[in-house]
């Protein structure tokens, strides 16, 4: 599976877009960006994923670029629930397919 | 629908003692997995069932980890010995056959710390 770079750690004002943008050179043909976060003490959730159009559903929106080596995960309104890390991830769509998380971006929407 | 169930939430044991954590996947998944997080090595996958099969096990630290599945609606993670540095939070996820993207659904994880 490809590997992907995120910043370290971002801040965002509540009630404003939080952008998330992720590297992701060697993504092949076949792969798919995923994205997951962790909020504080819980297991991992799942947000969105798309291969190459972006893609939009109750919790973000997904920006592939053409070349598809770089993406951002939009929240619209980041609230202070949104705070997690949020994790970039690059696989090949399959039938039970483990995923290999990165260190994300830590994401703090601040009052 | 209850999501995935893990137990017990915190366990706390000392060194040299066998370790069993428990999984109940969403009923009708067919994949489960075993991760493991820890501040210096973050998520990592230990290993994962496909219809109860285990499929891949490249995540298993040692021999002292062993993972069964003895049935579609359970599963467990034995440490035996445990060890101070197999304290972590494991988390335990099932994902289903379709859906968005094979979504996996997280449990709240069990904190083991040894002693």
């Known amino acids: 599976d490809a590997k992907t770079t995120q910043p370290t750690s971002m801040d965002c004002a509540e009630g404003r877009a939080a952008n998330l943008p992720c590297n992701h050179s060697?993504?092949?043909?076949?792969?798919?960006v995923y994205w997951y976060r962790q909020i504080h003490s819980q297991g991992p959730q799942y947000i969105i994923h798309?291969?190459?159009n972006n893609e939009t559903n109750e919790m973000a929106s997904l920006i592939i670029t053409e070349d598809r080596k770089s993406s951002t995960l939009i929240l619209p309104h980041a609230t202070l629930r949104d705070t997690a890390v949020y994790y970039c991830?690059?696989?090949?769509?399959?039938?039970?397919?483990?995923?290999?998380f990165g260190q994300g971006t830590e994401l703090s929407v601040k009052p | 629908d209850a999501g995935v169930i893990q137990s017990p939430r915190h366990e706390v044991t000392e060194m040299g003692q066998e370790v069993t954590l428990r999984c109940k996947p969403i009923?009708?998944?067919?994949?489960l997995f075993w991760y493991r997080q820890t501040m210096m090595r973050g998520l990592e996958l230990l290993i994962y069932?496909?219809?109860?099969?285990?499929?891949?096990d490249s995540g298993m630290p040692e021999d002292r980890f062993s993972a069964k599945m003895p049935n579609a609606s359970f599963s467990t993670l034995k440490i035996q010995p445990s060890e101070p540095r197999d304290s972590a939070v494991y988390f335990c996820?099932?994902?289903?056959?379709?859906?968005?993207?094979?979504?996996?659904?997280f449990g709240p994880g069990t904190r083991l710390t040894v002693l």
């Open positions: 009923s009708g998944h067919n994949s």
């Open positions: 060697t993504i092949s043909g076949n792969e798919y």
């Open positions: 798309g291969l190459k």
């Open positions: 069932f496909n219809n109860n099969v285990p499929i891949d």
């Open positions: 996820a099932s994902s289903p056959t379709s859906g968005r993207g094979n979504e996996q659904f």
């Open positions: 991830i690059v696989r090949v769509y399959n039938q039970g397919g483990k995923l290999i």
